[in-house]
Nanobody, 124 residues
Framework: QVQLVESGGGLVQAGGSLRLSCAAS????????MGWYRQAPGKKRELVAA???????NYADSVKGRFTISKDNAKNTVYLQMNSLKLEDTAVYYC??????????????????WGQGTQVTVSS
């Protein structure tokens, strides 16, 4: 019905940069908020950054000033530019999109779709 495909993770040295992308596809009628979460080993999944349909953004305190979330509405894609990466940014990053899709019988269905996750590893 709806798929989120993430890309851009990898291994980077501390102080380096990475850019994550998440493209939504499928029977999408509209998209609301889009966000990035992360989960480090042994820790709970946490919100990293989010952007609303009106382009307002919010960030976790730990990434403010280093990460930037943006989106391309025409491509149904959300990005996370990560600069000045730190060891503690190592985690699996997941994108999340609130959307309305065409469901069974063509009826609009509201749902939150998740990406498969992409590993970000920051080394010293």
């Amino acid at each position: 019905q709806v798929q989120l495909v993430e890309s851009g993770g990898g291994l980077v040295q501390a102080g380096g940069s990475l850019r994550l992308s998440c493209a939504a596809s499928g029977r999408i009628l509209s998209i609301g908020s889009m966000g990035w979460y992360r989960q480090a080993p042994g820790k709970k999944r946490e919100l990293v950054a989010a952007i609303s349909s009106a382009d307002s953004t919010n960030y976790a305190d730990s990434v403010k000033g280093r990460f930037t979330i943006s989106k391309d509405n025409a491509k149904n894609t959300v990005y996370l530019q990560m600069n000045s990466l730190k060891l503690e940014d190592t985690a699996v990053y997941y994108c999340s999109v609130d959307l309305v899709a065409s469901g069974i019988g063509g009826f609009p269905t509201s749902l939150t779709s998740w990406g498969q996750g992409t590993q970000v590893t920051v080394s010293s």
